[in-house]
């Protein structure tokens, strides 16, 4: 079985083109872009990826709701993040009637060390159909509860504002009942364009703060910032008090617990209503390895932290995702996580 390469990364498998992970690929669109979202040959690629613990082993899907939702996405050839990023929560959150769908293309403008999108530069270019595509698929896919998300877009104006907002309202004017949750990019911090989102209709507003201000540097991408998300999520919950505002920090990157306390100390101080915790878990060995494998009994213990200072709920778990289960939030039980055992 022979296997060549080129020069850009790509290689040929059983005549099969195989792209590998930190190549340069060319998108449908015209543009370029770094495979996974991190070069091939970084600092972090001499440290193995490793075995990870028991407790991270998910379910394998199997109920009816979630074969049907998986069989209206195959005929009607619909994208969703759920799929794409090969979550291991697929099977829960579709049996719920959730989804994730992911919104102005697969190409973000932003490379941060712990997502495996891909980074380039998009040149402007959105999908002016995206947002009847977009309704279309919450209705084809029958769901309850859509979160939409997106890739960084600094080569937009807006950062691609306006855009978000016309999916947003194209999906309400489709599907008047599914809740929407929107998990934004930052928009650099500015208030007008966070305002066009949080105006759009949708019940809730997210924008993740990633890790505990300490390792924000090293985590994120230069141009994102733990203040800067902080002051994005104040100033939605300030302009739009109804809209419940969330945010996620992933756990395992060498945080300590002093830092988790201060962490939900200041997002209490600018109101967010819900929090979650999950698992750090390495895409690829060009991203930062994982330092620690939380126990679940400390998620547990996490969760209670934030419970006690007032959020509204704190999903914690070593699973968990922005998104996972994110229609159960509303019955503040963790999101059944105790009784899914």
């Keep these: 079985m022979s296997q060549t390469e080129d020069k850009q990364g790509s290689s040929q498998f059983k005549g099969i083109p195989v792209v590998s992970t ?3 690929v060319r998108k449908p669109q015209g543009h370029t872009a770094i495979k996974n979202g991190m070069k091939a040959g970084s600092k972090a690629a001499s440290v193995p ?3 990870k613990p028991d407790w991270l082993r998910a379910r394998l899907p199997n109920s009816p709701e979630y074969q049907a939702v998986k069989r209206n996405v195959r005929e009607n050839k619909l994208a969703t993040v759920c799929e794409e990023s090969m979550c291991p929560n697929i099977g829960e959150c579709w049996s719920h009637g959730t989804a994730t769908l992911m919104l ?11 997502c495996a999108v891909d980074t380039g530069n998009p040149r402007g270019w959105l999908d002016a159909e995206e947002p009847a595509h977009a309704a279309e698929s919450v209705r084809l896919m029958g769901l309850q509860y859509v979160v939409l998300t997106s890739v960084d877009r600094d080569d937009l104006p807006d950062g691609g504002a306006q855009h978000y907002a ?3 309202r194209a999906v309400k004017r489709v599907n008047p009942q599914t809740r929407v949750e929107a998990l934004t990019p930052d928009f650099r911090g500015r208030p007008q364009d966070v305002e066009t989102v949080v105006d759009s209709g949708l019940d809730v507003f997210a924008q993740n703060v990633e890790t505990v201000e300490r390792l924000t540097h090293v985590v994120r991408d230069a141009r994102a910032g733990y203040r800067q ?3 994005v999520l104040a100033h939605a919950k300030r302009h739009r008090p109804d809209v419940l505002t969330k945010t996620s920090l992933m756990l395992g990157l060498g945080e300590t617990e002093d830092e988790i306390r201060q962490a939900l100390d ?3 101080a600018v109101n967010v ?3 979650t915790f999950g698992q750090y878990l390495r895409p690829t060995v060009n991203h930062l390895p994982v330092e620690r494998y939380v126990p679940p009994a400390d998620f547990d213990k996490y969760r209670q932290w934030g419970l006690s200072r007032g959020f509204l709920e704190v999903v914690s778990g070593p699973l968990v995702r922005s998104s996972y289960r994110a229609d159960r939030v509303f019955d503040r039980n963790n999101v059944g996580l105790q009784d899914a055992g």
């Design 273 to 275: 209503d819900i929090v």
């Design 49 to 51: 990826i490793g075995r």
């Design 22 to 24: 930190g190549s340069k």
């Design 166 to 168: 016309d999916c947003v």
């Design 104 to 114: 102005m293309g697969d190409v973000c403008t932003r490379a941060c060390r712990f």
């Design 266 to 268: 200041d997002l209490k």
């Design 229 to 231: 998300t902080l002051d």
